[in-house]
């Protein structure tokens, strides 16, 4: 009998698919199997099979991504019935599935007093649950699963076995008489009452998620929020918080498209803008606040218990991974913690929370973790040929890349990699993914700067095992990322990338940094860039503004007024380093160039208790500006030594004498650094030397500095992120392609 084998490709076990398929074959009276394999799922099927392929691809599970259906015919005997069977073969060919938050129905259960989940902390089903956090190895089976040490009750058992039940072959299912059990220490016999009074009254909680420890308090009580922060030693830092979308709605007001992306499986932190009515420790001087749903079982009955919103922080000792294990939380989590809200379920890997927001301009990816990765990402048109890549990011905002079969994986937001847990973390991520995915790489890539740990790391990897090393130039490699993310073809030409950030190395042996590079996936030249200062004191004018203000203010001719402002600080020792080139390395960095302005207005001028403390804080005001003029931006002329800085620094000098507030002058500032950049960006896509202009690097997850750079580049085409981080997160996906586009090149092309 004549029937049709189906391939299909991309994220589609631990989603439901083939119970799904099983339904669709009797609704059609299809015989055959179905079955999960390395690849994905392979169905053969027999009978009226016609529409078979055309339905599977409308009406696919809702956490399924379907990236390829393949159909071909076969003969045979047909089957009695149709039939899921087990899995079969060795290897990692498909994707594994992302942890997604609690589903409508499974919540609906905890709230039904008649139900046997009524009140449970660990319901799921093939729409929701834990999947990636859990998993130990491929195929994505429960005894490959930290829920294997939880057999299953009859009840769970028979769901587990019957394809028309929502929790056929749902990995994680469990009930309160077989599954994971929640507790609160000091003991109490109701663990989510407990938690709830002890919130009202003030106290913080260590709180067990879905891939980490939260530190938890009540987000509308200014005193608990103080503690917290004097507990943690994180004086200014914003935190997440937690709400319903009502509570949400008290103290914001979320846009459809907000709403959309809050109530996403991916439940990432949204940024939303603050109306005010929480106190200001929750966000200091910031006017937006990082809000998320609740995402497990465990969160929805906590929040309701509580009544009310939950600033809802990592759980960790500053700059270390989040804590995940019960016993690690006891010991580092006991200085801030006034109890512990703990379950016996295991967290094979810490993911922390996504960061997102919607901009003018659509979504912007500001952390890439939980519910987000594993999740791939096509390739551009042209690198169906590539090899199996490898690449390692950078120093900051760490996250590994890797390519196959025509899919970048990019991974988990590690952090940075001087902390020595996080090195740990980066090393089992890189052990992790290879394991999970069967990934060979015949090409690492790493960021040309050779002191990078990632950089040090894919070398050595590359000479022990023989693979071939490519080293990569840190701002080629992040307008890579854009063009890859826009799936920008790889013989489709040039492009004109504005990249802003905090450094990189360039070829030349200096901090690059505020950038303009002419250039495709293959290669590139530099067009133009900001003048360069030196970084006194290296390292220590990232954390110091007042450092990047002494020697831009010098280079105007108004060091007077360094000295006016800085009265205190050993101007004249980091005049004579500069001077002699003493730990002063020259850089173009429009990141230093940011916290320059922000110590020119007296913000974070002495120190910085956070990356991006002054550059944040300097858009919030920005976006405070009464009726802002673009006429009035302080716009910088190009001269043979790069975008003068001199003529901003001597007018936010005049404004400030004529009472010009603070928030005018770093809308101005905004605008002028948009405006120059995007002037000499366009003149290279209107002369013909580049078809668009790409904007990356971190300077553009400020979303005043987008709008105001997308209003100034006009109707010229642009490239901008919109699923990867334009910060250092999305970096190894651009280096990923640049080396998989050399091993590809021809000589011509080169």
């Known amino acids: 009998m004549q029937g049709l084998r189906i391939r299909v490709r991309g994220q589609v076990q631990g989603v439901g698919f083939r119970p799904f398929v099983w339904t669709l074959a009797q609704d059609l009276g299809v015989t055959g199997h179905v079955l999960n394999d390395p690849e994905g799922v392979l169905i053969e099927a027999y009978g009226p099979v016609a529409s078979l392929p055309d339905l599977i691809h409308s009406k696919a599970p809702p956490l399924s991504r379907i990236d390829a259906i393949e159909v071909s015919e076969i003969t045979g005997k047909s089957p009695a019935d149709f039939r899921i069977i087990a899995s079969s073969g060795t290897g990692a060919e498909t994707r594994v599935t992302p942890d997604a938050a609690t589903c409508a129905e499974c919540l609906a259960e905890t709230q039904t007093p008649t139900d046997r989940r009524y ?33 299953m009750c009859p009840d769970c058992a028979s769901e587990y076995a019957d394809p028309a039940d929502r929790r056929f072959h749902a990995q994680p299912i469990a009930c309160p008489v077989c599954g994971p059990r929640l507790w609160i220490e000091p003991a109490h016999e109701d663990p989510i009452a407990e938690a709830a009074a002890r919130l009202r009254h003030g106290e913080i909680l260590a709180i067990k998620g879905l891939s980490g420890f ?10 608990a929020i103080a503690n917290l922060r004097r507990r943690k030693h994180r004086p200014a830092k914003p935190f997440a918080l937690m709400g319903t979308l009502a509570m949400i709605r008290q103290h914001a007001s979320p846009t459809e498209a907000e709403v959309a992306l809050l109530s996403d499986p991916s439940a990432p932190i949204v940024l939303l803008s603050s109306n005010g009515t929480l106190p200001e420790g929750v966000a200091p001087n910031q006017n937006t606040y990082g809000w998320m749903l609740p995402y497990t079982p465990l969160h929805h009955l906590l929040i309701e218990a509580f009544g009310g919103p939950l600033v809802m922080t990592s759980g960790n000792l500053s700059g270390e991974p989040q804590v995940i294990g019960n016993d690690e939380a006891r010991e580092k989590l006991a200085p801030f913690a006034d109890a512990f809200l703990m379950h016996d379920r295991d967290i094979a890997r810490r993911l922390d929370d996504s960061v997102e927001r919607i901009t003018l301009h659509g979504p912007m990816v500001l952390r890439r973790a939980r519910g987000r990765v594993p999740g791939t990402l096509p390739l551009p048109k042209g690198f169906e040929d ?9 120093q900051m905002k760490a996250a590994l890349c890797l390519i196959k079969n025509g899919q970048a994986l990019l991974g988990h937001h590690l952090g940075e990699l001087d902390e020595a847990l996080t090195w740990e973390a980066f090393q089992q991520a890189d052990r992790d993914y290879a394991a999970l995915f069967d990934h060979k790489p015949q090409v690492v890539a790493v960021d040309l700067h050779p002191d990078f740990r990632a950089s040090r790391h894919g070398t050595a990897r590359a000479e022990a095992e023989g693979l071939i090393l490519q080293e990569v130039q840190h701002h080629h490699a992040h307008i890579a990322t854009c063009m890859g993310e826009n799936l920008w073809p790889l013989d489709e030409g040039k492009v004109a990338g504005i990249i802003l950030d905090g450094l990189g190395l360039g070829p030349d042996g200096t901090v690059w940094g505020g950038e303009i590079l002419l250039g495709d996936y293959l290669g590139f030249e530099r067009a133009a860039h900001l003048s360069p200062a030196p970084l006194v004191g290296g390292d220590r004018a990232q954390a110091e503004p007042w450092r990047n203000a002494l020697a831009r203010l010098d280079q105007a001719g108004l060091s007077d007024w360094a000295d006016a402002l800085f009265p205190d600080a050993p101007r004249d020792m980091l005049r004579m380093a500069a001077a002699r080139g003493l730990n002063a390395p020259m850089s173009t960095s429009a990141g230093r160039l940011f916290d320059a302005v922000a110590a020119c ?14 550059a944040m804080t300097l858009e919030a005001l920005a976006l405070k500006a009464p009726s802002p003029d673009p006429h009035h931006a302080y716009q910088m002329p190009e001269t043979p030594n790069g975008f003068d800085a001199s003529q901003m620094f001597k007018a936010i000098r005049a404004d400030l004498g004529t009472q010009t507030s603070i928030q005018t002058i770093a809308w101005r500032f905004h605008a002028g650094l948009a405006q120059t950049f995007a002037t000499a960006a366009a003149a290279l896509v209107k002369d013909g030397q580049a078809k668009a202009v790409a904007l990356s690097g971190g300077c553009f997850q400020n979303a005043l500095l987008l709008d105001l750079t997308l209003r100034a ?4 085409p642009v490239l901008i992120h919109t699923k990867t981080p334009a910060n250092d997160g999305g970096l190894a996906l651009g280096q990923a392609l640049v080396a998989a586009a050399r091993a590809t090149a021809t000589p011509e092309s080169m």
């Open 713 to 716: 580049l006009g109707d010229t």
């Open 214 to 223: 939260h530190l938890a308090c009540d987000a509308r009580n200014a005193g």
């Open 601 to 614: 207005l007296g913000i974070c001028s002495a120190g910085q208790s956070y990356e991006g403390e002054a």
């Open 386 to 394: 590539a090899p199996q890549v490898v690449a390692y990011g950078g």
């Open 119 to 151: 009140g449970y902390a660990f319901a799921n089903c093939t729409h929701c649950g834990p999947r990636y956090t859990i998993l130990r190895a491929l195929p994505y089976d429960r005894a490959q699963t930290t829920m294997a040490e939880f057999p």
